[in-house]
């Protein structure tokens, strides 16, 4: 008999882990088959309503649906897509709160997804949107996956996303435990089947968040690529630039960074958004090269996306690749990110913004 006590019941269906959802099946009087059936429509087939599962009796599919309701729990607020070919989502959660997440792509057929882990930020990085006003909370395991399931479904049938960077809204070492358990699914391969090397954790580099993901690394094999935000050469700029970098400085990430690398081989981006006048002079260059020249070391140059509201310019083109040239030219391998989707505020946080001082944008 199914109870109808639903506490047992009462969390949505994604904040369940594989092996908690086989036990609720067999209270429900399931076989614990049927959980594949149903991860197969959700992951493979893009199908989030049990009642759409149809190799499910409509009994089966009844009991699912009275016991979780649908598989989504959040509410699509807007879907952009820019020219360029960006997607973006605002979703709102039950209790109000809103996050973005954005499907990419190129033209080298990656699909990526960047999601977010917390609604707001604490980090109160100078140039950034997500910061602006302050951390709520933590996003669950089930919001943070729900995200990858909306931006795979944008996605025609025959595609699937091919690349994941944690990019979105938050600092993702702060909710490490939910968004590894996040991270196991969709590199699962009854899961969406993504490449561990095709996923990638951006942190504002918080030394013993960056020790804890290299001992997970090393537990379950799975290793994902990490970028740590420098954004500046030197303690004093850098705290400026990123107050969080009052309680570690840099030579403490740097070391974290390196153990990293030992740990799990995989070599570490650091993520340098650069600002006009700022972090873009000469005497940078040269702090930037000391400190990375005997590092395995990636530089990854995001020119600034302006946020409305906060005085910082972006650099112009010449000084972006002047910037870069000086780097290359001294030994350290740079990469320049271009920028997607301005029109559609792709920005970090930008669009969460957008809408609570204009609620009623539209798409
Ligand atoms: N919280 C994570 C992820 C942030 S988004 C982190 O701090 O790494 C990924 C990168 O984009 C980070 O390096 C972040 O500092 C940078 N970024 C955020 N807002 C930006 C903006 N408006 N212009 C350029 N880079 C930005």
Redesign the pocket.
């Known amino acids: 008999m199914i109870s109808d006590d639903h506490r047992f019941f009462e969390r949505p269906f994604l904040e369940y882990l594989p092996a908690d959802l086989t036990a609720i099946l067999t209270e429900l009087e399931l076989p614990k088959f049927r959980l594949q059936q149903i991860r197969r429509w959700i992951f493979a087939r893009k199908i989030t309503s049990f009642n759409e599962m149809t190799d499910l009796s409509k009994e089966t599919r009844q009991i699912l649906t009275k016991q979780f309701g649908s598989v989504l729990q959040g509410k699509e607020l807007t879907h952009y897509r820019s020219d360029d070919s960006t997607e973006k989502l605002l979703i709102e959660w039950a209790d109000g709160e809103r996050v973005e997440c954005v499907l990419l792509r190129d033209n080298r057929n990656h699909r990526t997804a960047?999601i977010s882990?917390q609604v707001g930020?604490a980090?109160g990085?100078a140039?950034?949107?997500?910061g602006m006003d302050g951390f709520v909370r933590n996003l669950s395991r089930g919001e943070i996956l729900e995200q990858f399931l909306r931006l795979n479904s944008l996605l025609p049938n025959h595609e699937r996303l091919t690349h994941v960077?944690?990019?979105?809204?938050?600092?993702?070492l702060l909710n490490l435990d939910a968004l590894l358990s996040v991270l196991d699914e969709i590199t699962a391969s009854d899961g969406l089947d993504l490449s561990v090397r095709r996923v990638t954790i951006?942190?504002?580099?918080i030394p013993s968040g960056i020790r804890k993901l290299a001992e997970s690394v090393v537990q379950n094999g799975k290793g994902y690529k990490l970028?740590?935000?420098l954004?500046a050469p030197n303690d004093e700029l850098r705290t400026r630039i990123?107050p969080q970098n009052r309680f570690s400085g840099i030579d403490e990430i740097l070391k974290a960074s390196d153990n990293y690398f030992e740990q799990t081989g995989r070599r570490v981006t650091f993520?340098?958004?650069l600002i006009a006048g700022l972090n873009d002079q000469p005497e940078h260059v040269r702090q930037l090269v000391c400190l990375l020249k005997n590092r395995m070391a990636i530089v990854?140059i995001?020119?600034?996306?302006?946020?409305l509201g906060?005085n910082f310019q972006t650099p112009s083109a010449k000084t972006v690749s002047w910037f870069a040239g000086q780097l290359e030219s001294m030994g350290i391998q740079v990469k320049v990110r271009f920028?997607k989707g301005d029109k559609i505020e792709a920005?970090?946080?930008?669009l969460r913004r957008v809408h609570q001082t204009n609620p009623t944008i539209t798409n």
């Open positions: 960047c882990t930020c980090m990085c140039f950034c949107a997500s960077v944690v990019m979105g809204i938050g600092e993702p951006s942190t504002v580099g970028a740590i935000s954004h990123i993520e340098y958004t990854n995001i020119p600034l996306n302006p946020v906060l920028r920005a970090c946080g930008q």
